[in-house]
Structures are given as C-alpha cells and as structure tokens.
C-alpha cells in the first residue's frame, strides 16, 4: 500500500507494535533453511537488532510483512499454521501465565481478551460468550487484507493453547477467516471441517460445554499476582485507535463482493456522517477513492497469485459488475490486462 504524508499540522498516529515472537520464529525458520535472510529484513524494516532483543518491539505492519516474505522464501503458503505448532507457548511470557493460572477455560479466554495488547497493539480481541464460546480478532492500525499468516498463527496457537490448558483434544466448532484460501487437509485435520475462509469477520468458537473445563494448572493465588502485574502493565500501553486510514480499509475488504463499498456505508460502519467522515479523511491528506483503488490494487495482485481464482471471480471480489470494467482499470494502472500479468 502506497504511504501517504500527512498535512503540515495533522497529528500522525503511532503505529501499534508487537513483542516480535512470530517475527523470530520466522527468522530461525528461515534461517534454518538456508535463506539469505538480510534482504528480507531489509524489505520488511527490520534489523538484527529486533531480532536478537526479545524486549525490542517490533511494527505490526513491519511483523506481517517480514511474514509473507518468508513465506514466500520458504515456498510455504501455510507458514504462520505451521509456526503456531512448534511455538513454546510460554515465550508469551506474561500473558500465558496469567491464562495458565486463570481456573476455567472462559476465565481463560476471558484475561486473554484483555491483555492481548501487552504482546500486539495491533489486535484487538472480543469474548464470545453464549450459546458457544470462543474469540473474534478486529486489526487496529493495521491493514487487515495484507496479512494471513499472522492471524493464522493466532487461531492456531489459540487451539493449542485451549488443548494445552484443559488437557483436552479440543476441537473448534467453527472458524472463519476474512483473507481467501483453497479448502487444505492439514487445516481441516487440525480445525474440524467448518472452517470458512472469504468469511466477513475473523473468529473462532467451541462448545458451551467447554466453558467451565477446568484449567489443569489453575493457582488462584499465583493468578491474582499476575493479573495485578497484568493490569499495570496494561496501564501503560497507550491507547491505540489506529489510522483512519486502516479502519477504512479494514471497512471496505468484507463489503467488496456485494458491491456495498461506498463511502455512505463505510461513513455508517464507522458511526459517523459522510460530511464527517469526509472532513476527516480530508484532514489526513486522504479520499475514499483513493484508499478504495489502492485497496483494489493491493488485493488485484494477490488474487492474481491465486491460480485457483478465475479472472472473472477476481472481478467479483474487487467489487467490479464485469469483468471488462475491472479489465480496463488494471491495464490504467499497470499497463497489462489480468491475463497478462499472470501469465508473467
């Protein structure tokens, strides 16, 4: 996604960090492997610094980028699934802890929702509590279509983390996924057979009846110590609204399909006015129009990596009524039709 400088005067907004553990996980692996690992740091911002300091933080946006350049290094499509499996859970630190002492699965699921910004600021979490249980993820400050194998990671560690904690063979009742990808085996063996992908929200639940399995290494006592070190530790992140820019993106991707993505819908999403929403993207140096082509653009190229994709089921997706219309915006842009640039 092309960046864009704001205004003289318009206050930037800071960009929401990490702890970095899947940052390094990729690194080792890649390494490992034999890949020239300085270019793809390069690429992605990063130093060695980053990756040697367990205590540096590291961009979000800079985290699934580095991601999707391993991925890619290493020819695994399924990297971030294959990461969460071999990950030492308690790296987390803190936050696995205070899960790890928490007395029933929903006490668990519960703390873990409200201190997921002490390892990623740029992941919010809500607790699903009802008929069933489980976790929806929401991307704050970050652009949600650039990443897959972040939010992969997450719902797989998620899973293990639940096994590992109630000492049960737990298995999702249902997952969806916003980002598209071909049904695979190794997820199905792993996830259950519901799991959706192109689905309009990123969440993951189980059954009710796990709600009050016991944690197998409940310590009410040691988890009280740790909440408390929780909270001041939340007490000073600060709070992290994200850019204007990447909500409107974030608004946009689910809506694309269904030809529902204009500015009055998104304005709407947002719980704003469009004379509002206006003035504010107008006071970032931005326009729907703008965020809505380089999104199209952003998301053109990767379906276009996407074999399975047809030309015309691309078209769909970006939102365009046929298939000549999104045609003849790529060729605008980049001077190829669809075809032509997959076929280079």
């Keep these: 996604m092309r ?34 690992v300085e270019p793809l740091l390069k690429k992605a911002r990063l130093t060695h610094d980053q990756i040697d300091n367990p205590h540096a933080p590291i961009n979000v946006r800079d985290q699934i980028t580095f991601l999707n ?13 294959h990461l969460a499996q071999i990950a030492d859970l308690r790296e987390v630190g803190l936050l696995y802890y ?15 929702v409200r201190y997921t910004s002490i390892v990623n600021e740029g992941m919010s979490q809500k607790c699903i509590d009802s008929k069933r249980i489980g976790i929806s993820y929401h991307y704050v400050g970050v652009s949600r279509h650039l990443d897959r194998h972040q939010i992969e990671f997450w719902m797989t560690a ?17 997952v ?21 992908f192109g689905a309009s929200v990123d969440d993951i639940t189980f059954s009710n009846r796990l709600r009050q399995s016991p944690i197998v290494s409940a310590d009410p006592y040691l988890n009280n110590l740790l909440v408390s070190y929780a909270e001041e530790a939340l007490s000073h992140r600060p709070i992290n609204r994200g850019s204007l820019e990447s909500s409107v993106e974030n608004a946009i991707v689910p809506l694309l399909p269904h030809g529902k993505a204009r500015a009055d819908e998104i304005a709407s999403h947002l719980g704003v006015s469009l004379r509002t929403f206006a003035r504010r993207l107008s006071m970032e140096g931005l326009t729907f129009s703008d965020i809505l082509e380089n999104l199209r653009s952003d998301l053109a190229d990767r379906y276009l990596a996407d074999r399975d994709l047809t030309i015309s089921q691309i078209a769909w997706l970006l939102g365009y009524r046929e298939v000549g219309s999104f045609s003849h915006a790529f060729k605008r842009r980049t001077g190829k039709t669809p075809r032509d640039a997959r076929s280079a």
């Design 69 to 81: 350049l391993v991925a890619t290094a290493l020819d695994d499509d399924l990297l971030g699934f």
């Design 3 to 36: 960046q864009k400088k704001a205004p003289a005067g318009v206050r930037v907004n800071r960009h929401p960090t990490a702890t970095g553990a899947i940052t390094r996980l990729a690194f080792a692996k890649a390494k490992a492997a034999g890949v020239a």
């Design 158 to 174: 998620l899973v293990r983390l639940c096994r590992l904690l109630t000492g049960l063979r737990v298995m999702p009742r249902r």
């Design 176 to 196: 969806r996924l916003i980002h598209r990808r071909e049904q695979n085996p190794e997820f199905a063996e792993f996830f259950g057979n519901d799991v959706e």
């Design 98 to 112: 205070v899960l790890a002492s928490s007395k029933m699965l929903i006490d668990a699921l519960q703390r873990g």
